[in-house]
């Protein structure tokens, strides 16, 4: 009808607005806390209770009771955590008063004078700046510039499989290599094409079938991928890779005890197999398994030492485990640093960045989250309100896909440079060229990241800030960009970078989302029971969590628990998590365990 696809907004989103309309007190977790549901948590009349633990991701939740001006609800014990939950919820006639104000208190506070942030985060740039300026006067150093695998492939091929071009009932190798190559050159929709031409004629192969799995998935199909690859895993038994891309995909839907299954198959088949281990150490994560998620990491890594994209989805899982100090911890982001930070460091060139103080700097922001993503809500408030005046800002966007939130990233910078398929090499390049002076990372170690580029010290000063919560691991990083509440004094040594602590204003500011809707009355008043709860990813529900929360009902014995995030889509992932409960002798007809997809 000539209506073009930019202009169609076609899916669902359940928000978890509703389920926090149902809840009269949040739980935060630890010792990694909860991120964007804890703001989301105080805009909907929440009050939560946190519990201080190791910087930076143990202390988020203090970090944001700070800015509130609400510091009587943060804990540093667990038996504290249990009393404050308890006296929140004795008095149900406060509570609602608390619930029908905290908005607007919230309003109001530091959290969400975006004006004020940007200004404190520019002042710091230029102090940042001033200081590499101080740190480099007398230096005259000279520089100059040093000069996929494809998922889809099977296993080797044989003469046999050579000669099956003859064979009617099969692809020839040429054919499958001319497959191949669309997912090489990531023409993924005439990979698609010629992948469905190959199933019309040979459907009982799954070759076709797993490459049209391949090219559907980045496309953003998962059903359709998802489907194309349990056809595929079907046809091929004994293909370990059919079997690993299946697992993939069922993970991505959150079925998480199919996707175990498929994976343990593709390592009973090739147990050498590092993709199939890393595969199922996410599973593990997603399913909160940490101790089996960690072992099949550091077997992946033992097979590829080098395979820094498996090294990322280590620490991203250890800073979850609750069993482990922050030093323990930390040990490992200085291996990260050895494999894959000191290699670069005989590459480091000096800067030429014109030296002049006051002037306006130009700051790159590298992400691939320049989207509809929960990092949306921290990132345009400070974006959008930068003084052009001051900074010069150019946005090095890593996206396979654009959306309505993109345009709205493009239109609050001045120079807006896709990266998607830049070597991190060829990206520290430009960067360079580009002047940059205050180099940002937006990523961490969360999917998507440049590292690679920070690694090389493409600009004299660069930092990271927000999207992962914790330290890079790389020294080439000069700042982390927080506050006290996150990084107390004393925490330095947790660091690779120095942290750079923000005066007088918490480490980030929200702003809310659409359509969130008005503050509900306290569910309590209706109910006549206090319903706790939290909207966390599982991977930070452990078992010290569900102790502290089994003491809480214990305490509160009218009380009931919502817990609701994509981690529980599994229902033997509820089932395990019910398990926990039910053994520490809490009835599971108390306990609401479930998932409502977030809008991001």
Known sequence: HGIDKSRLHIGYNSPPWDVLRGIDIGLDCFPHNSGTTLFETLYMGLPYVTLAGRPSVGRIGSAILHGLGREQWIASSEQEYVDKVVELASDTAALAQLRAGLRQQMQGSKLMDEAGFAGKVEQAYAQMFQRWVATTAHSNAVATMPTARLPINGRRKTKADRNTREDKQSPGIDDMRVLASFFETRDFVAGELAARAMIRKFPDHGFGWKALGAMLHPQGRS???????????????????????????????????????????????????????????ITYQKMGRIAE????????????????????????????????????????????????GEVHRADWVGHSNDR?????????????????????????????????????????????????????????????????????????????????????????????????????????????????????????????????????????????????????????????????????????????????????????????????????????????????????????????????????????????????????
């Open 223 to 281: 059903e359709d991928a998802l489907a194309a690859k349990e056809q595929a895993a079907r046809l091929m038994p004994d293909d370990s890779e059919a079997a690993c891309n299946l697992g993939q995909s069922l993970q991505d839907a959150g079925q998480f005890a199919r996707a175990e299954v498929a994976l343990k198959r593709a390592l009973l088949v090739r147990p050498d197999y590092a993709e199939a281990h890393n595969n199922l150490a």
């Open 293 to 340: 998620a960690e072992s099949n990491f550091l077997a992946a890594l033992e097979l590829r030492p080098d395979h820094k994209w498996v090294f990322d989805n280590f620490l991203f899982t250890l800073n979850y485990d609750s069993d482990k100090s922050g030093e323990e911890i930390y040990t490992w982001y200085q291996e990260y640093e050895r494999r894959f």
């Open 356 to 600: 002049t103080l006051g002037r306006r700097l130009k700051v790159g922001y590298v992400s691939p989250d320049f989207r509809s993503h929960s990092c949306t809500y921290f990132m345009e408030p400070l974006l959008s309100h930068h003084d052009h005046c001051k900074v010069d800002v150019y946005a090095y966007a890593d996206l396979t896909q654009e959306d309505a939130v993109t345009a709205r990233y493009k239109g609050y910078v001045e120079h807006w440079i896709p990266t998607r398929g830049m070597s991190d090499a060829a990206l520290a390049q430009r960067i360079r060229a580009d002047g940059i002076d205050i180099l940002v990372d937006l990523a961490g170690h969360t999917s998507g990241n440049r590292l690679g580029v920070f690694a090389r010290k493409p600009a004299p000063v660069s930092l990271s800030w927000m999207g992962y919560g914790y330290t890079t691991g790389l020294r080439a990083i000069d700042y982390y960009l927080t506050d006290e509440a996150s990084a107390p004094q004393g925490s330095e040594h947790l660091f690779s970078e120095e942290p750079w602590r923000l005066k007088d204003t918490p480490y980030a500011v929200y702003r809310p989302g659409p359509g969130m809707g008005e503050v509900n009355p306290l569910p309590a008043l209706e109910r006549g029971y206090i319903t706790l709860g939290t909207l966390t990813r599982g991977v930070r529900v452990n078992h010290r969590t569900i102790k502290v929360w089994s003491d809480i009902l214990k305490r509160l014995p009218t009380a009931h628990i919502v817990i609701d995030s994509a981690s529980f889509k599994d229902p033997t992932v509820q089932q395990a998590a019910i398990d926990k409960f039910e053994a520490h002798g809490i009835d599971k007809s108390r306990l609401h365990i479930g998932y409502n997809s977030p809008p991001w």
